[in-house]
């Protein structure tokens, strides 16, 4: 089975030796808990001198309050003493499959992967066969691209989705006899995590082969409703900005090689991916909301009528307990919070379809108005609530979107705006756990 026409590739997985503290080694993907720097204090102190994945990552709650460059070498040189001193070895080439419990009691499933960079692109309009499912904000690429060009190991948090209603690719390895490579519990609520090695090379050619009848044009187009369409494979689910940095770093490799030919070898060709199917039952899709630092409801509410007014589209600001008109035209509607008190914010007759996609439109020209405006994205209703009570803050609540129709969305409409939907609350992300290195 040709692995390349479904940009497949079998990793050489790294994992820390026998007596490793796994509970301490594995810890939840960097871009998560942004504005709670106590959560990483809190697993600083658990890691303590313990081999980690912490010392291997830039959690993004340090961006803003670290030397960058300082950061990142010692980053690099965990990662060679990692090597160096065996504390990371080889288990095996293959896939590794994984069984996720969360804490609230859903069983994820998916398949660690390597996918092919060649059939990716992130760009607005992409036709390629694997895709973003999210606007790609290219000023938040180049300090990924730094770390990634400094290292010698790559630890994967993206998760990329594919369509298998039948559940015909990933499903049936469960019912296989494969070598438990671990089982342990992940720290700060992130509840239970059971890999498995997958490396017959009969078994990788049936995972293959499914994907290939999910990538075959005439069931594609079929499915979807749609003609002369290329087809979408892998949908990228959480770490759209990972994956295009993994992809940026690729083309600077394959631009300095002298050898254009040896340079297709390269392992940054590759990405270390899990492969979720999107009709996984312990799969949920979560809203992200927004919180403002910095700002005053009244500026805000202003500001916005002031967007959306040349768009024929009316904004009504509802107090708390004020029962919503009944409308004729298409409405939407996001609650906000606020210290002064919480409410709903109606528009009316949209030009965008959903309402992160109208929210994000304003958010976008506010934000970069008024530079001393924060934003953030946010997990969780609770955290929503409280950041939004502090003070000059300003949250707002999305609703969620439907997770079977995020394949269709994205073929017919393209990327949805960035922070569309989350994969799940921030402790059911994604940990890190096995590894791959990325130089030859």
């Known amino acids: 089975m040709n692995l390349e026409n479904v940009a497949l590739h079998v990793p050489r997985i790294l994992l820390p030796r026998p007596g490793t503290d796994l509970t301490r080694w594995s810890v939840v993907a960097c871009d998560q808990f942004t504005s709670q720097p106590d959560y990483w204090q809190q697993v600083d102190e658990l890691v303590g001198s313990s081999p980690s994945t912490l010392r291997l990552t830039f959690p993004e709650a340090y961006l803003n309050s670290v030397d960058e460059d300082e950061y990142l070498s010692r980053i690099a040189a965990d990662m060679e003493r ?22 609230r009691g859903a069983l994820r499933r998916g398949l660690v992967v390597c996918l092919d960079l060649e059939h990716y692109d992130f760009r607005q309009g992409s036709t390629s066969l694997i895709r973003a499912t999210e606007g790609t904000v290219v000023e938040r690429l180049p300090v990924r691209v730094r770390i990634r060009s400094r290292a010698s190991v790559e630890l994967p948090h993206i998760m990329v989705l594919i369509d298998d209603p039948e559940m ?20 700060m609520n992130g509840g239970r995590i ?29 499915r979807y409703g749609v003609r002369d369409t290329e087809v979408l494979l892998y949908a990228v689910g959480d770490g759209n900005h990972s994956l295009a940095s993994a992809k940026l770093f690729w083309e600077q490799v394959k631009a300095g090689a002298a050898d254009k030919a040896a340079v297709m070898s390269h392992p940054a060709r590759y990405a270390l991916v899990e492969l979720v199917n999107v009709h996984d039952r312990g799969l949920e899709f ?39 008109p009944l409308e004729e035209k298409h409405t939407q509607v996001i609650d906000y919070f606020s210290p002064e008190g919480k409410g709903r914010i109606v528009l009316r007759n949209p030009r965008w379809n959903l309402e992160v996609g109208s929210l994000q439109a304003f958010l976008d020209v506010f934000c970069a108005d008024n530079p001393g405006v924060e934003i953030d994205y946010i997990h969780g209703d609770d955290v929503l ?10 949250g707002f609540g999305l609703p969620v979107i439907s997770k079977h129709d995020l394949f269709k969305t994205i073929i017919l409409e393209g990327v949805l705006p960035r922070k569309a939907f989350s994969m799940g609350h921030a402790d059911e992300k994604r940990y890190y756990v096995e590894c791959r290195k990325i130089i030859p």
């Open 385 to 394: 609530r409280d950041l939004s009570s502090r003070p000059s803050a300003m």
């Open 286 to 324: 979560e809203p992200i909301h927004r919180v403002l630092f910095h700002v005053t409801p009244g500026r805000l509410f202003s500001a916005m009528e002031d967007f959306f007014a040349p768009k024929d589209c009316e904004v009504s600001v509802l107090a708390e307990g004020e029962p919503l």
């Open 194 to 222: 059971r890999g498995y090695l997958v490396d017959e090379q009969k078994t990788i050619a049936s995972v293959a082969r499914g994907l290939a009848r999910l990538a075959d044009p005439a069931r594609f187009s079929d």
């Open 82 to 103: 990692y090597l160096d001193q065996g504390i990371l070895s080889p288990v095996g080439d293959g896939f590794v499959l994984v069984e996720r419990t969360t804490a």
């Open 168 to 187: 015909t690719v990933i499903e049936p390895l469960f019912g296989q006899r494969l070598a438990k490579l671990y089982d342990f519990g992940l720290m």
